[in-house]
């Protein structure tokens, strides 16, 4: 459950309560129930998927075995371009918070500096074969559950009932819709309790209860935390980092630079993990023939696919350079629901199958389940992902033509890795 909540609270936590604020204002806690009740449905499904399964994996795994396989790699594309973009929206906060204290970088070339030197750094991290382990995800859990509650024990004495009233109108549709996605981009990175299922003692059991208890625990993280903002700040809608401004106000520039501080180290622990993750989905595509072999490289002195890695650092850093925070966010967010919506559609083939791994999280009625939480998906994307859909669309057309190519390239897999 460390790893799966070490993944879902960052840059959610961290750029929401504002962002949200500016769309929603007081209906910004309805905002985060209501993503909280759309994500339910979809969290039952992984859960059952992941029950499914034992090895490593997660949703291209639950594709593989019950799709065709472009669709399969569909997912997978899609869930790198979501990694690039969320890296992306990790490197924009970040350069906002260092802006506190250095106002000069938050524009022109002092922030495209930070920003080509936060990659480089973070490339040559991993290049040289720094790898993630269960003690230093332990550690960074720990400094981030300290960070929460810290922030929300110091700011919740200072509260403003009247400041959490409602006074406005609720937004329309298509406006809700888009302070979801925002929410959405929050409870993002629980698919990864079935990428790391062949770590667990046993997946088919500890995947379900990991995910349950993990979206429970972020959800209370994040209501909190959006109590503070909302009840201590004259106006959330004026800073990118309204957990700064909370401790400002409350503790004037020491308590600034304290929130500032602890968020820096919850941003750059986030992205150390993107970047380890990110080159992965590639090598596992290229691994697979469904992307050039030569992603599949690995460096003779480092013994770490440097081709990979290199190319997912270019994407997720020059996706920073050319987005701000919110576009960057909402296209992260956009590309990974089409891969849970392609997971769902995998959990519907599956329940329909007789040769099909028998869950140990059975739902009653998991075709339904999974058309249900599919629909409400795809209902998300309509309103509020329309302008980013059809550039989506091209980026998924760009790697089907390399799936295509690659397909017609590669030798056939071994049949002992078929679904």
């Given at each position: 459950m460390g790893v799966l909540a070490n993944a879902m609270i960052g840059a959610g936590m961290l750029a929401a309560p504002s962002k949200v604020f500016v769309l929603a204002h007081g209906w910004s806690f309805a905002v985060l129930a209501a993503a909280a009740l759309i994500t339910t449905p979809l969290i039952f499904c992984f859960a059952e998927l992941g029950s499914r399964f034992s090895n490593t994996g997660g949703p291209y795994l639950y594709a593989r075995a019950a799709l065709p396989g472009w669709i399969a790699f569909s997912v997978g594309w899609m869930l790198w371009i979501s990694q690039a973009l969320a890296l992306a929206t990790l490197s924009n906060l970040l350069v906002s918070y260092l802006a506190g204290f250095v106002p000069v970088l938050a524009s022109g070339l002092p922030r495209a500096a930070t920003i080509i030197g936060l990659g480089l750094a973070m490339t040559v991290?991993?290049?040289r074969g720094v790898r993630e382990s269960a003690a230093s995800?332990?550690?960074l859990?720990?400094?981030?559950?300290?960070?929460?509650?810290?922030?929300?024990?110091?700011?919740?004495?200072f509260i403003?009932?009247?400041?959490?009233?409602?006074?406005h109108p609720p937004p329309d549709p298509t406006t809700l819709a888009r302070a979801v996605l925002i929410y959405l981009f929050a409870y993002s990175g629980f698919e990864r309790a079935g990428v790391i299922a062949g770590e667990a003692k046993?997946?088919?059991r500890d995947v379900p209860m990991a995910l349950l208890a993990s979206v429970a625990l972020v959800t209370v993280a994040y209501a909190t935390v959006l109590l503070v903002c909302v009840g201590v700040l004259d106006d959330p809608t004026l800073t990118d980092r309204p957990l700064a401004e909370v401790g400002a106000l409350l503790f004037g520039p020491v308590g600034q630079v304290a929130v500032s501080a602890g968020a820096i180290v919850v941003i750059l622990?986030?992205?150390v993990s993107g970047v380890l993750v990110m080159p992965?989905?590639?090598?596992?595509?290229s691994e697979q023939g469904q992307l050039p072999a030569f992603l599949a490289r690995v460096h003779p002195r480092w013994r770490t696919?440097?081709?990979a890695i290199l190319i997912s650092s270019v994407a997720a850093f020059g996706a920073a350079l050319m987005s701000d925070l919110l576009s960057s966010l909402t296209f992260s967010t956009a590309a990974r629901i089409i891969s849970y919506v392609l997971c769902c559609l995998a959990l519907w083939r599956l329940s329909r199958r007789a040769d099909a791994p028998p869950p140990e999280f059975p739902l009653p009625a998991p075709g339904l389940f999974a058309i249900a939480a599919g629909a409400i998906f795809v209902g998300v994307l309509a309103f509020a992902a329309t302008a980013e859909l059809p550039v989506l669309a091209g980026v998924l057309a760009v790697g089907l033509i390399l799936y295509a190519i690659s397909r017609r390239t590669a030798p056939s897999p071994d049949p002992r890795n078929s679904p």
């Open positions: 991290i991993v290049l995800s332990n550690a859990i720990v400094v981030k559950a300290v960070f929460v509650v810290g922030f929300v024990a110091a700011g919740v004495w403003q009932p009247e400041r959490l009233a409602v006074v046993d997946p088919r622990g986030t992205i992965r989905i590639l090598l596992g595509l696919p440097h081709i």
